[in-house]
């Protein structure tokens, strides 16, 4: 599948995923594709853990409540480390959130769906933490996001977007 | 080129460009790909322009102090919007980083080259606030990063990263 492909194909996948295992390396290139993407001054604050252990995939699933993603049979768990890139300034968020953007669209290419669950783990209950703690992940790296892996059982829809004359334009704002 | 090539061959390239152009249907296909990044609660807070006006271009690089891919035939800006998907939560920066990452892979695959300019452009300078006054940006929009885009004449090399081992575990933190 070409790249073009992969973006326009990829969705949020929320529905049940069919119990055919992610190999090993086939997980290992997804983590390494998020790896791959840029980071603010080269700072590489992103880390990952790839989960493939089915009985710790049920002690980090009875920590999410409300569960998501139940029958997916990998996980990916990202990490963050807020690092300075000059002046003050960190892109710690910038860099994830590109490192996760590669990890959708390769799992895309590979045949896998996933979804970005953000704001419901890292919300004021502080799954993150949870998931963290289980994990053995120590200070200094947070938890942001959670993307399960897996060979999905539906076709996921296509979200309503507004027109790209609504959102894009050539030399100024508004320009169609 | 798939994904996961464009992946893994996507570089940040600071050289010099030729002077092909980017053809319009080829600039609207990468802000495309953009625009098809996931968003926080599907708030699409992205905007871009893009910017293939050689006498704009002229105006643009005017008020870049240094300036950075002067012989780039095209430009994207990237606009972002503070719009809360839930709970005084906002993830307009995951949001444009992911259409960011989007649009360099797109790139990628369709022999252009291109750098993530944001932590340049949005300094206490502020850059961004100049360049969005020339293209006519209204309140409630932030500049926030600039994309040069043209045929690169230079083969830009690898930054030096951590190994996979030092970044990337399974089952548990630092678990190889």
Chains 1, 2 share one sequence.
């Not at 002690?59 to 139940?70: F, G």
């Not at 300075?84 to 590109?98: G, L, P």
């Not at 970005?116 to 949870?130: A, F, L, N, Q, V």
């Amino acid at each position: 599948m070409d790249t073009i492909d992969a973006i326009f194909t990829r969705r949020s996948y929320r529905g049940k995923f069919k119990d055919t295992p992610v190999p090993r390396n086939e997980l290992k290139t997804i983590l390494e594709a998020g790896l791959a993407a840029p980071s603010g001054c080269n700072k590489q604050t992103v880390s990952l853990i790839g989960v493939d252990d089915p009985e710790l995939l049920k002690r980090l699933h009875s920590v999410i409540e409300p569960d998501v993603a139940e029958t997916a049979p990998a996980m990916i768990l990202v990490l963050s480390r807020h690092i300075i890139a000059y002046r003050q300034r960190c892109f710690a968020v910038q860099d994830y959130a590109a490192a996760i953007e590669n990890m959708l669209l390769a799992a895309e290419e590979m045949g896998y769906a996933s979804c970005w669950y953000e704001g419901h783990i890292t919300d004021t209950d502080r799954i993150c933490d949870k998931l963290a703690e289980i994990l053995g992940v120590p200070e200094g790296y947070e938890l942001v996001c959670l993307l399960p892996l897996g060979v999905p059982t539906d076709t996921p829809t296509a979200p309503k977007k507004q027109d790209f004359s609504e959102r894009a334009w050539f030399n100024g704002f508004g320009n169609k």
